[in-house]
T-cell receptor, first 112, second 113 residues
Framework: AQSVSQHNHHVILSEAASLELGCNYS??????LFWYVQYPGQHLQLLLKYFSGDPLVKGIKGFEAEFIKSKFSFNLRKPSVQWSDTAEYFCAVKDSNYQLIWGAGTKLIIKP | SQTIHQWPATLVQPVGSPLSLECTVE??????LYWYRQAAGRGLQLLFY??????ISSEVPQNLSASRPQDRQFILSSKKLLLSDSGFYLC????????????FGEGSWLTVV
């Protein structure tokens, strides 16, 4: 069965540091990949998604993610984080059965 | 534009009491509908999904049930809550027939005491 792994449960960074959150999935077929963010007290929001084409995907708020098919990875990056990026980040994979499978999430804390 | 609403936003219920969380979608028709749960310290878990009125698929055995009495209404229920049912419940929808983004509601915090 398809599974999604997010490598870090908690990440603490200082403002202006660079960010990379890991995401790996297990399914070898055609997938669609997503990163969602949940800010404190708010519902989930879509950061970016990959369906096909350029494996480097740019999303909102300066985030980007790179799909590396050979590594089954879809890591989220941001060159310089801000305090307002403090949130929980979820990687998700939708497989050919149209079901969305989620990682456990990574809590990101940015120190001002 | 499409919107999704779920309620109540927060709920504190005693063990053994019933539960009803309701979700409605507006601005679209014949959506796929989903109920997810996020338990403390864990990721999102798919509980139920529905491709049409009266059609419910359960992903995990549990104390909960779901119903879809109307095209854009999805209800999560329990006859007798357990402590382990506490968590954050999310209703979601997606466009049928396309690999597409899934859209979430605001969520409902359930605390079973």
């Amino acid at each position: 069965a398809q599974s999604v792994s997010q490598h870090n449960h908690h990440v603490i960074l200082s403002e202006a540091a660079s960010l990379e959150l890991g995401c790996n999935y297990s399914y070898g077929g055609t997938v669609n990949l997503f990163w969602y963010v949940q800010y404190p007290g708010q519902h989930l929001q879509l950061l970016l998604k990959y369906f096909s084409g350029d494996p480097l995907v740019k999303g909102i708020k300066g985030f980007e993610a790179e799909f590396i098919k050979s590594k089954f990875s879809f890591n989220l990056r941001k060159p310089s984080v801000q305090w307002s990026d403090t949130a929980e980040y979820f990687c998700a994979v939708k497989d050919s059965n149209y079901q969305l499978i989620w990682g456990a999430g990574t809590k990101l804390i940015i120190k001002p | 534009s499409q919107t999704i609403h779920q309620w109540p936003a927060t709920l504190v219920q005693p063990v053994g009491s019933p539960l009803s969380l309701e979700c409605t979608v507006e601005g679209t028709s014949n959506p796929n509908l989903y109920w997810y749960r996020q338990a403390a310290g864990r990721g999102l878990q798919l509980l139920f999904y529905s491709v049409g009125i009266g059609q419910i698929s359960s992903e995990v055995p549990q104390n909960l049930s779901a119903s879809r009495p109307q095209d854009r209404q999805f209800i999560l229920s329990s006859k007798k809550l357990l402590l382990s049912d506490s968590g954050f419940y999310l209703c979601a929808w997606s466009v049928k027939g396309r690999i597409n983004t899934i859209y979430f509601g605001e969520g409902s915090w359930l605390t079973v005491v």
